[in-house]
Protein backbone atom coordinates (compact mmCIF):
# COMPACT_ATOMS: atom_id res chain seq x y z
CA UNK A 1 0.00 0.00 0.00
CA UNK A 2 1.51 3.16 -1.39
CA UNK A 3 1.16 6.06 1.80
CA UNK A 4 3.07 9.45 2.09
CA UNK A 5 5.07 10.41 5.49
CA UNK A 6 5.10 14.27 6.17
CA UNK A 7 7.67 14.83 8.85
CA UNK A 8 7.80 18.54 10.02
CA UNK A 9 10.96 19.33 11.26
CA UNK A 10 12.72 22.08 13.41
CA UNK A 11 15.34 22.93 11.28
CA UNK A 12 15.25 25.36 7.86
CA UNK A 13 15.56 23.83 4.17
CA UNK A 14 18.75 25.74 3.98
CA UNK A 15 20.31 23.90 7.00
CA UNK A 16 18.29 20.83 6.75
CA UNK A 17 20.00 19.37 9.90
CA UNK A 18 17.36 17.43 11.61
CA UNK A 19 16.45 15.73 7.35
CA UNK A 20 20.11 14.55 7.50
CA UNK A 21 19.72 12.30 10.57
CA UNK A 22 16.10 11.13 10.07
CA UNK A 23 16.52 10.33 6.39
CA UNK A 24 19.67 8.56 7.32
CA UNK A 25 17.58 6.59 10.07
CA UNK A 26 15.26 5.94 7.65
CA UNK A 27 17.56 5.12 4.10
CA UNK A 28 19.63 2.50 6.97
CA UNK A 29 16.56 0.82 8.94
CA UNK A 30 13.81 0.55 6.60
CA UNK A 31 13.00 -1.07 3.33
CA UNK A 32 11.96 1.50 0.55
CA UNK A 33 10.00 1.37 -2.54
CA UNK A 34 8.16 3.48 -5.08
CA UNK A 35 4.93 3.15 -2.81
CA UNK A 36 6.51 5.58 -0.05
CA UNK A 37 7.44 8.98 -0.45
CA UNK A 38 8.60 11.06 2.32
CA UNK A 39 7.48 14.79 2.49
CA UNK A 40 9.08 17.27 4.52
CA UNK A 41 8.36 20.31 6.06
CA UNK A 42 10.85 22.76 7.71
CA UNK A 43 9.76 25.18 9.86
CA UNK A 44 12.21 26.87 11.17
CA UNK A 45 11.22 26.30 14.80
CA UNK A 46 9.18 24.33 16.61
CA UNK A 47 7.31 27.45 17.78
CA UNK A 48 6.00 27.30 14.42
CA UNK A 49 4.32 24.11 14.32
CA UNK A 50 0.87 25.33 14.28
CA UNK A 51 1.18 28.52 12.12
CA UNK A 52 -0.59 29.11 9.52
CA UNK A 53 2.31 28.15 6.54
CA UNK A 54 3.02 24.97 8.21
CA UNK A 55 -0.60 23.77 8.23
CA UNK A 56 -1.20 25.12 5.01
CA UNK A 57 1.51 23.11 3.34
CA UNK A 58 0.42 19.76 5.66
CA UNK A 59 -2.99 20.34 3.55
CA UNK A 60 -1.27 21.03 0.37
CA UNK A 61 1.22 17.77 0.68
CA UNK A 62 -1.78 15.74 1.66
CA UNK A 63 -4.26 17.14 -0.79
CA UNK A 64 -1.85 16.62 -3.56
CA UNK A 65 -0.81 13.35 -2.69
CA UNK A 66 -3.79 10.39 -4.38
CA UNK A 67 -2.02 7.41 -4.18
CA UNK A 68 -2.88 5.95 -0.61
CA UNK A 69 -2.36 7.02 2.77
CA UNK A 70 -0.91 10.49 4.58
CA UNK A 71 0.52 10.54 8.28
CA UNK A 72 1.73 13.79 9.65
CA UNK A 73 5.04 13.20 12.01
CA UNK A 74 6.34 16.18 13.88
CA UNK A 75 9.98 15.50 15.03
CA UNK A 76 10.40 17.76 17.90
CA UNK A 77 13.36 18.15 20.80
CA UNK A 78 12.09 18.26 23.84
CA UNK A 79 15.09 20.70 25.12
CA UNK A 80 15.35 21.15 28.77
CA UNK A 81 11.78 20.04 29.29
CA UNK A 82 12.17 18.51 33.10
CA UNK A 83 14.09 21.65 33.73
CA UNK A 84 12.16 24.82 32.28
CA UNK A 85 8.51 25.29 32.89
CA UNK A 86 8.45 26.97 29.97
CA UNK A 87 9.60 24.15 27.55
CA UNK A 88 7.81 21.16 29.36
CA UNK A 89 4.73 23.43 29.09
CA UNK A 90 5.54 23.68 24.78
CA UNK A 91 6.17 19.94 24.54
CA UNK A 92 3.14 18.81 25.92
CA UNK A 93 1.46 21.90 24.31
CA UNK A 94 2.61 19.88 20.44
CA UNK A 95 1.81 16.59 22.16
CA UNK A 96 -1.60 17.78 22.47
CA UNK A 97 -1.86 19.71 19.36
CA UNK A 98 -0.25 16.11 17.81
CA UNK A 99 -3.49 13.85 19.53
CA UNK A 100 -5.93 16.09 18.73
CA UNK A 101 -5.25 15.70 15.28
CA UNK A 102 -4.14 12.41 15.08
CA UNK A 103 -0.46 13.30 13.99
CA UNK A 104 2.91 11.25 15.71
CA UNK A 105 4.90 13.25 17.84
CA UNK A 106 9.16 11.98 17.66
CA UNK A 107 10.74 13.36 20.07
CA UNK A 108 14.61 13.68 20.53
CA UNK A 109 15.99 14.06 23.83
CA UNK A 110 17.42 16.75 24.66
CA UNK A 111 17.56 17.66 20.88
CA UNK A 112 18.91 15.90 17.42
CA UNK A 113 22.34 16.25 17.77
CA UNK A 114 21.68 15.15 21.60
CA UNK A 115 20.69 11.59 20.22
CA UNK A 116 22.94 11.24 17.57
CA UNK A 117 26.22 12.66 18.45
CA UNK A 118 25.67 12.40 22.14
CA UNK A 119 26.65 15.50 22.87
CA UNK A 120 25.40 19.51 22.57
CA UNK A 121 26.27 21.12 19.19
CA UNK A 122 26.67 25.26 18.85
CA UNK A 123 24.34 26.56 16.27
CA UNK A 124 27.39 27.65 14.32
CA UNK A 125 28.49 23.61 14.20
CA UNK A 126 25.09 22.32 13.64
CA UNK A 127 25.33 22.26 10.08
CA UNK A 128 29.06 20.68 9.82
CA UNK A 129 28.19 18.46 12.21
CA UNK A 130 25.43 17.03 10.12
CA UNK A 131 26.89 16.87 6.62
CA UNK A 132 30.10 15.10 8.49
CA UNK A 133 27.32 12.80 9.85
CA UNK A 134 26.23 11.79 6.39
CA UNK A 135 29.88 11.76 5.26
CA UNK A 136 31.38 9.29 7.36
CA UNK A 137 28.15 7.15 7.43
CA UNK A 138 27.76 7.03 11.41
CA UNK A 139 24.43 6.31 11.43
CA UNK A 140 25.88 2.81 11.39
CA UNK A 141 27.26 3.41 14.67
CA UNK A 142 24.08 4.47 16.63
CA UNK A 143 22.23 1.56 18.58
CA UNK A 144 19.09 1.34 17.46
CA UNK A 145 17.57 0.97 21.14
CA UNK A 146 18.89 4.38 21.65
CA UNK A 147 16.18 5.77 18.93
CA UNK A 148 13.76 3.42 20.10
CA UNK A 149 13.06 4.82 23.60
CA UNK A 150 9.37 4.79 25.64
CA UNK A 151 11.02 7.09 28.38
CA UNK A 152 12.74 10.62 27.32
CA UNK A 153 16.16 10.10 28.75
CA UNK A 154 19.10 11.66 27.66
CA UNK A 155 20.25 10.64 24.17
CA UNK A 156 17.39 9.02 23.27
CA UNK A 157 14.19 9.44 20.75
CA UNK A 158 11.17 7.43 19.96
CA UNK A 159 11.69 7.75 16.01
CA UNK A 160 11.80 4.41 15.45
CA UNK A 161 8.83 3.48 17.59
CA UNK A 162 6.73 5.86 15.21
CA UNK A 163 8.66 4.98 12.19
CA UNK A 164 7.72 1.13 12.64
CA UNK A 165 4.03 1.50 12.48
CA UNK A 166 4.64 2.51 8.48
CA UNK A 167 7.56 1.25 7.64
CA UNK A 168 9.00 -2.05 7.73
CA UNK A 169 12.63 -2.80 8.74
CA UNK A 170 14.98 -4.69 6.48
CA UNK A 171 16.22 -8.11 7.04
Not at 11 to 24: C, P
Not at 37 to 59: A, F, H, P, Q
Not at 126 to 153: D, H, M, Y
Amino acid sequence: MAIQLILCMETTKKAATDDIYITDTIRHVYQLNNQIKISRIYMGTKTKYNSKDVLREIKEKIDTYTFGDTKVIYCIDTDDYEKNIEHNNELNEISRFCDKNGYDLVWFCHNVEDVFLSKVISDSQKVSEAKAFRTKARIKEIPLNQLSGNIKRVHTSNLLNILDKYLSRKA
